[in-house]
């Protein structure tokens, strides 16, 4: 009807800030944002806390330092909230993901307007529970058989429904970011509806379509 209103679907995504496949699918759904009546409320989950039991860590090297990011996220959430949290991992991914620049956390919460002394975090445990809880979070939703991102919307019940991914790269824009995000939404409330996958074959793109 013209002139009516719609509130907006609010849509949870989880993400470890390092995984490239992650930034690029966040960046399509704020591209959904723009097309679609959603509202994102921004998440952390954590690759190290996924793999800390597994014999053969996927991480490898990288497992050490994958921790700094998190804490920092987490701790920007507890004290400025989740719009303050989708604005840290704005800066974070493109510092990480576009520059190449891995090292300088007090610079990403510059970018995003936060106060630079939280990247002191990264060497605490301090909110390692905090991270642990949020995962475990969207772990519920999911398994613990897939990574990040994990996003969750309601169902036509009102009940969450979660799901892995999508991943795709390039991130598609505009009108196509909004069909794949209808696409997402008719499979997502499908009952006993659970997987859909094709070999990838590119390294991740960070262009948009």
């Known amino acids: 009807m013209m002139g009516q209103e719609f509130e907006p679907m609010t849509v949870d995504f989880w993400f470890d800030p390092v995984c ?3 930034w690029i699918t966040s960046r399509w ?18 690759l190290s806390v996924l793999n800390e039991h597994r014999d053969d860590n996927p991480e490898g090297e990288w497992e050490e330092y994958m921790w700094a990011p998190v804490r920092v996220c987490a701790a920007v959430e507890q004290r400025f ?4 949290l989708g604005e840290l991992f704005t800066a974070m991914g493109t510092r990480f993901h576009l520059r ?9 919460l510059a970018d995003a307007g936060l106060p630079q002394e939280i990247a002191e975090v990264a060497g605490s445990t301090a ?19 897939v ?42 409330a499908v ?16 262009d948009s379509e």
């Open 191 to 206: 009952p006993g509806f659970h997987e859909l996958r094709r070999p990838r074959t590119e390294e991740p793109c960070f």
């Open 81 to 84: 909230g989740r719009r303050a």
């Open 100 to 108: 190449g620049d891995w090292g300088d956390l007090a610079g990403a």
């Open 20 to 22: 490239p496949y992650t």
């Open 127 to 145: 909110y390692d529970g905090v991270v642990r809880a949020s995962h475990a979070e969207a772990m519920a939703l999911v398994g613990d058989d």
């Open 147 to 188: 990574g990040t991102p994990v996003i969750s919307v309601a169902g036509p019940g009102g009940e969450r429904l979660g799901f892995f991914g999508p991943v795709v790269s390039p991130a598609p824009a505009g009108e196509a970011a909004g069909r794949l995000w209808d696409g997402l939404l008719l499979m997502a």
């Open 29 to 46: 759904l704020v591209e959904v944002g723009r097309v679609r009546p959603v509202a994102i409320r921004w998440r952390v989950m954590s």
